[in-house]
């Protein structure tokens, strides 16, 4: 329903068709379809609008942070992995995840948040574990033999797509904001399936 | 570094427990991804009925002590069903077991069962462990299809969690090795009768070969979008009416559909 909508507004150029979601900005319509590259690729003219909670706002700083750590990830996964389809995988995850960056950088500047995670939100780290992915392992997988540099990865990064899937849940529960939450869903969506393609590469 | 930030795993794990309807509070969580448990296989989407466990495979959660595939979380129940299409994993006088851990807590021990006895544990002195964890486990006097019980024991809760992985031990006398190059004789293990409760997301994976072919690129062209689908650059396929032709190879999900979030993917035509 959203989607259709976002599609649509491609096609006829119309921002107001967004509005039932958010606020679509008047100086920003989206590009004519048959232009360059990089005026088509802005995510970022799509517009949260002004009501959310603090969970959107801790969903986003979260997520961007994930997804910080994802590209580097990704990175290294282009240029290491074996197999065409774990290397492909991971450029697609690294496009669609600059992407995805940008879009909630664009929300909480809109909102007047930060885009990095407050002290608040980390009081809480102390009653749990570490996170599945930190700098040093993140770091490792450029030394990681090329042999083993598959398993490892794809083990690191399905963690990291859990994660994703669990902080998407988190908002889908107690978001506020509808385009935020459906967003939220969107990376669920993707997570898992790719929680799916990862689980059948390794599997051989 | 730059990174001060700490998750608030406490919040998450709530909400992921909440999922479960398990009551423990989940600091940790974690799974075998290969072999693949039969939690993996659930979350592959290789075998279907699996019910909740198939959305979070890392929480198969419940106290020490368990013998039961699911740890006695009756939520997940379908992980003691040895009816449903468990497929068995080849391997030689030993396997390397690999795990996700999508949290990582103060570990006692990894213990690895076979027939209700342990037959390895590794013991990690209350530390933290690494981000992916692996151990070769000797099965060296056994033979043919058995489920291997690992279960992963925290130091500092009362809880563990569990995982069972079917193996078909001298399957291929693969010598233990990692990436075993056995082809995946069990195709599409989806039973074809039973209907899923959930509507099967994913088109069976065609044939990753496809990439190869060249003359493919007929084919995908103008075709209407689907999930399932290794599209190269330059193919075109059409979404909701309008043609888009793909500028990064991928093999295509829910939610990478053609459309202004996709940009990256898609180009619109």
């Known amino acids: 329903m959203k989607r259709r909508h976002v599609a649509a507004l491609i096609v006829a150029a119309a921002p107001m068709l967004l509005g039932a979601c958010g606020t679509a900005r008047d100086d920003a319509p989206p590009p004519p379809a048959a232009v360059q590259t990089q005026n088509v690729k802005n995510v970022s003219e799509i517009t949260a609008g002004s009501t959310f909670n603090d969970t959107d706002v801790m969903f986003l700083q979260m997520l961007i942070d994930n997804l910080e750590q994802g590209q580097e990830m990704a990175q290294t996964a282009a240029k290491r992995a074996t197999r065409p389809e774990v290397a492909d995988l991971a450029k697609a995850v690294q496009v669609t995840q600059a992407d995805e960056i940008k879009l909630m950088k664009s929300w909480l500047a809109e909102w007047d948040k930060p885009a990095e995670l407050d002290e608040r939100v980390s009081l809480h780290a102390d009653h ?10 993140i770091a490792s997988l450029k030394t990681v033999k090329k042999a083993q540099f598959e398993t490892a990865f794809l083990n690191l990064f399905l963690a990291h797509q859990h994660n994703a899937v669990e902080f998407a849940q988190l908002e889908l ?27 059948k590469l390794l599997a051989g | 570094m730059r990174r001060k930030i700490a998750y608030p795993l406490a919040t998450l794990g709530m909400v992921a427990s909440s999922l479960a309807v398990a009551s423990s509070p989940a600091m940790a969580h974690g799974y075998v991804s290969s072999p693949p448990s039969r939690q993996a296989q659930c979350a592959a989407g290789s075998v279907a009925n699996c019910g909740a466990i198939q959305f979070e495979p890392q929480s198969a959660e419940a106290p020490k002590g368990s013998k039961e595939c699911n740890g006695g979380v009756a939520a997940f129940s379908e992980l003691n069903n040895n009816s449903l299409p468990w497929k068995a994993t080849n ?57 291997v019980l690992a279960v992963w024991n925290i130091g500092d809760t009362p809880m563990a969690f569990y995982n069972c992985v079917d193996v078909n031990i001298g399957g291929t006398g693969g010598g233990g090795s990692t990436t075993p190059t056995t082809p995946p004789t069990t195709a599409p293990t989806r039973p074809p009768a039973t209907t899923p409760t959930t509507p099967p997301t994913k088109a069976p994976t065609t044939a990753p070969t496809a990439t190869t072919a060249p003359t493919s690129t007929v084919p995908a062209t103008g075709k209407e979008w689907a999930p399932g689908v290794a599209y190269k650059i330059n193919d075109v396929v059409t979404y909701n009416g309008v043609s888009y032709k793909c500028r990064q190879a991928h093999q295509s999900i829910r939610s990478w559909e053609p459309s202004i979030w996709t940009l990256a993917l898609w180009l619109p035509l």
Request: hydrophobic share 35%; no cysteine.
């Open chain 1, 128 to 137: 749990g574990g570490m996170p599945s992915t930190g700098d040093k392992e």
């Open chain 2, 91 to 147: 391997v030689g006088k030993s396997a390397t077991f690999n795990w996700v851990l999508t949290a990582r807590h103060r570990t006692a021990t990894w213990v690895y069962y076979v027939d209700g006895n342990a037959i390895a544990t590794f013991n990690d002195n209350n530390q933290i462990p690494a981000a992916s964890v692996s151990h070769t486990v000797d099965l060296s006097r056994f033979s043919g299809r058995k489920t």
């Open chain 1, 173 to 199: 529960d107690k978001g506020g904001n509808e385009l935020a939450k459906s967003f939220a869903e969107r990376v669920k969506q993707s997570r898992t399936d790719q929680v799916q393609q990862m689980l």
